[in-house]
């Protein structure tokens, strides 16, 4: 895999998205920044810092986003795209464990696993990334360690079949299942994640509900 980019889905990151740019694009890599409707100085920082950047006038949510950001890159010659967080959650020095973990194993399709080392890890996010990586893992026929983490590499052949259509956070679903369903392998690697004093903007209430909601569709369609 030689030709990779960075797609990073943003909202009001202007404290953190200028830094994690900087580091990208000292590993040489390109970085678009989808801003979705952010009300701080995100969209701005980001083109100071040479990075692509693609805007939403108001906040559609993650899932919009990502799925604006794979259609824009797919246009390019990218063998695939590693997609992470804002808010410095994800640690960039763990990009080559992705790379090579495709290389050696063939993985269409690499997740970051957190669940390692929860100590960090707020007790009602722990718990439902278990639970919905249990039954991620039954429905994909695959192991599937941290379903819910959002920093992970997906060469364009799985972008170019699947059919997104999820507008918030459960599109990391969404990607796993109908990558599994198209027959693509998926795999893990390890993580280090910070977790940062900020309120996360993650509701585990409503979006368990979401959650709930796209696995009887996803069911149903089957």
């Not at 950001?69 to 020095?93: C, E, I």
């Not at 996010?125 to 590499?153: E, P, Y």
């Not at 170019?160 to 893990?188: D, H, P, Q, V």
Request: glycine content about 8%; aromatic content about 8%; overall charge positive.
């Amino acid at each position: 895999m030689k030709n990779l980019c960075v797609l990073i889905p943003s909202y009001n990151e202007s404290k953190t998205i200028g830094r994690i740019i900087r580091h990208l694009k000292g590993r040489g890599l390109v970085v678009y920044v989808v801003d979705d409707g952010s009300i701080d100085d995100t969209a701005k920082i980001a083109e100071s810092e040479k990075a692509v950047v693609l805007k939403h006038r108001e906040n559609k949510g993650k899932g919009a986003s990502l799925i604006e950001g794979f259609r824009h890159v797919l246009k390019k010659n990218y063998d695939a795209v590693l997609v992470m967080d804002g808010d410095n959650q994800h640690d960039p020095s763990d990009i080559n464990n992705f790379v090579e973990e495709a290389n050696q194993t063939g993985a269409d399709m690499v997740i970051g696993n957190r669940m390692n080392d929860t100590s960090s890890m707020p007790y009602i996010r722990t718990v439902t990334n278990k639970w919905m990586s249990g039954i991620i893992s039954f429905l994909s026929g695959q192991r599937i360690l941290d379903s819910q983490c959002g920093f992970r590499l997906i060469k364009k052949e799985v972008l170019e079949k699947i059919e997104l259509e999820s507008s918030n956070y459960e599109i990391e679903s969404e990607l796993i299942l109908k990558a599994a369903r198209g027959g693509f392998k998926i795999g893990s690697v390890p993580i280090k994640t910070v977790y940062q004093n900020e309120k996360s903007r993650i509701n585990p209430f409503l979006d368990t509900i979401r959650f709930v909601r796209f696995m009887l569709k996803f069911l149903f369609e089957r």
